[in-house]
């Protein structure tokens, strides 16, 4: 029999369509059948009439073996009252699943009666036609009775239980011929759980009131039996989801404890950005009663929250981010993202919040060094090849303790780097930032080692840790490193050989454990050889280098780029993100960008004020990008005059070294008077360069 058509959704037993036991009519007829049962029970004959499958002969012989009268009425053994009704409170759980899927689909079945039977054979419950119920009765199959294959032999629901696969048979293919009415028919199929554990089957019953229904049997039979099927795999994948539900209330409530164990606050956001459970310790932190956080939307609980959750939604963790409750601006708060990923679709299915207080003491040595690293890899914006290899670089180099070396020019992300190294190698441990060009010389040698009480005028009564004790456990990163007066180098590259320093006046030597990350814009082999930099010094900080690309190297970036900074910049200041026109877009292009990404990030926040929420056109660009414009036009309409070109000259001078006149000079070979000259006659404003 063909039931091809009938889907199976047990993964157990019923996953094969062909996986089932049916009478084959379309074969053989009734009377073959009984014939030949008859012969194996009084001769143990053999059936040889093709058709009756081998299960259901095994389990007649089964049957005889186990001394049942086939004609004798059936007689099971039925339960105590007392018996019963233990039972049945026990499967009350089982029985009402069960019902359930069986009365939803009654409409589409009629004139039959639907039994559910336990694993032990125990009739549980029957529903359906009346009629077909009362008949059934008359043979003892009620509700306590015990029809197992031992008491009532080959059955439906015994043989699919035994073979834990669908069964359909007729009423002459049963061992006992009083078993239940001529003209019937029974379908059965295991009820098997998540586990692969049976707990019973269902039985359909169906009558007919006269001889069989020949033209269509076919069809008849295969809808009975795949209706069974289906109750049977509804079943299995209502127990799955049901212990599903179960395992994942459990989990959730164990989190929740555990949560609430933990010293650190902590949150948990669904994946639309809804704050879903707080533990205790960040109730106490926030100040916050449940109702006024659960269930609430980050972005509208904490302060200049937008581009977090921009952020979140690409999986990005964030870390460090620091904020205020919205309307309560008095306490600040630093939260740490994590973004919870399912890893079979790989989407965001929620984030998981750490919250700190953000330390706000003015004595806090911690809060006061701005020791938090907040940019991760992923916040490298752009997909040119030069921007690739080094980022694959640095993560290679961020898994070892190793020193490096970020070279590149000025604003093209050094820093970003730094940090992200730190956050993938060392992210729970301070990140300590010194620019060596931005503090006086005098003051350096402090500043890196500290100092005891009283070691100088001026200092503090009790002393102040250095740059390289605030580090500790954590990240060293030596901005311009090319401008570390070489008096003191000597002093750093001893604390990296020994790791132990003395402050300023001290007396004793301070263990320390941190990594150096340099970064230069100077060509520090060149600083080498004509003596301004240590050789041996250079060696150990350059374990690992790694060249930054300008953003002219990457001009392919720069859309992207744009576009995530002028992102930022609207998120920061509250407004609408502006469109960029193309005439723009195509200026941005072929600038050269001399400052690199900072430069762009100030063009994009001059424009995006002067546009005022609008789109972004020529005449919102600040002038030096306005003159390039012009210099491009009058550039393709013909030949500039040799006033025009070294006026445009000295602007890109001045900007890539960001107005230091001296540092110009040397670029152009001209001397500072001559410049200083050049710079009144051609009316350039140092301001507006910058």
């Not at 008096?487 to 004793?508: A, C, K």
Request: aromatic share 8%; with cysteine; charged share 25%.
């Amino acid at each position: 029999m063909d039931i091809s058509f009938f889907e199976d959704a047990n993964p157990i037993e019923l996953k094969r369509q062909d996986n089932y036991i049916a009478d084959t009519l379309g074969q053989i007829g009734i009377e073959e059948i009984t014939s030949s049962k008859e012969r194996f029970i009084k001769y143990d004959e053999a059936p040889s009439v093709k058709g009756i499958p081998a299960e259901i002969v095994e389990s007649w012989k089964r049957s005889k073996q186990k001394g049942i009268n086939p004609s004798m009425p059936i007689v099971p053994y039925k339960l105590s009252d007392h018996e019963l009704h233990a039972l049945l409170k026990d499967k009350r759980n089982f029985i009402k699943d069960v019902l359930n899927l069986i009365m939803s689909s009654m409409p589409f079945i009629a004139n039959c009666a639907i039994g559910i039977i336990d694993k032990d054979g125990v009739v549980l419950e029957m529903v359906g036609d009346e009629k077909i119920i009362s008949g059934m009765k008359q043979c003892n199959h009620q509700i306590g009775a015990i029809w197992n294959e031992e008491s009532v032999g080959t059955t439906a629901h015994t043989l699919s239980m035994y073979l834990r696969k669908p069964v359909q048979l007729l009423k002459e293919s049963h061992y006992c011929s009083s078993i239940i009415k001529d003209h019937s028919l029974a379908s059965s199929a295991p009820l098997i759980d998540k586990n692969g554990e049976i707990l019973g089957a269902v039985v359909v019953v169906h009558w007919f009131d006269e001889a069989l229904p020949k033209n269509n049997w076919a069809v008849f039979v295969r809808y009975f039996l795949g209706w069974t099927i289906a109750l049977a795999s509804a079943f299995y994948q209502q127990s799955y989801f049901k212990k599903r539900i179960f395992d994942l209330q459990l989990k959730n409530r164990i989190l929740e404890s555990g949560l609430s164990l933990l010293e650190c606050g902590l949150i948990s956001m669904d994946q639309e950005g809804i704050i879903r459970n707080v533990n205790d310790k960040g109730y106490k932190l926030l100040g916050l009663q449940p109702n006024e956080i659960v269930g609430k939307g980050f972005i509208d609980t904490f302060s200049d929250a937008g581009w977090v959750m921009k952020n979140l939604i690409d999986a990005k963790p964030i870390h460090n981010f620091v904020t205020t409750l919205k309307g309560k601006s008095d306490r600040q708060f630093k939260l740490n993202l994590m973004p919870v990923i399912n890893e079979l679709q790989q989407e965001m299915m929620g984030t998981i919040i750490k919250i700190d207080p953000a330390e706000t003491s003015s004595n806090n040595s911690r809060q006061r060094e701005n020791n938090s690293a907040r940019y991760t890899f992923d916040n490298l914006i752009g997909e040119s090849p030069k921007l690739k290899k080094a980022i694959e670089t640095a993560k290679i180099v961020a898994k070892s303790s190793g020193n490096v070396l970020l070279i590149g020019e000025s604003g093209t992300g050094k820093e970003l780097f730094a940090q992200s190294i730190h956050n993938l190698y060392r992210p729970e441990g301070p990140f300590i930032a010194l620019n060596c060009a931005a503090i006086p010389k005098t003051l350096i040698e402090s500043e890196l080692f500290g100092y005891e009480g009283g070691s100088f005028t001026g200092a503090e009564r009790k002393g102040r840790r250095g740059k390289i004790e605030l580090a500790q456990g954590g990240t060293l990163f030596l901005d311009e490193i090319g401008d570390l007066p070489l008096e003191l180098q000597p002093v750093l590259l001893r604390v990296l050989e020994e790791r132990r320093f003395m402050r300023v006046g001290g007396t004793r030597y301070i263990p320390v454990d941190f990594r150096v990350i340099a970064a230069t814009n100077k060509d520090l082999n060149k600083m080498v050889e004509e003596n301004n930099f240590r050789a041996d010094l250079f060696y150990r900080l350059a374990t690992f280098k790694i060249n930054i690309p300008t953003l002219r190297e990457r001009k392919d970036d720069i859309n992207l780029l744009s576009k995530y900074l002028l992102e930022k910049i609207c998120q920061k200041n509250s407004c609408p993100v502006p469109e960029i026109s193309p005439e723009v877009q195509k200026v941005l292009q072929k600038y050269n960008w001399p400052g690199n990404i900072r430069q762009l990030e100030n063009v994009l926040l001059y424009a995006a004020s002067m546009a005022q929420g609008g789109r972004i056109e020529l005449k919102h660009l600040p002038d030096e990008l306005t003159d390039f414009s012009t210099f491009q036009q009058n550039l393709a309409n013909g030949p500039l005059s040799m006033s025009e070109v070294e006026k445009q000259a000295i602007k890109n001078a001045l900007l890539h070294c960001n107005n230091n006149l001296n540092e110009a000079s040397q670029i152009l070979g001209i001397g500072r008077t001559t410049l200083y000259r050049k710079i009144k006659e051609y009316k350039i404003s140092v301001n507006q360069v910058n």
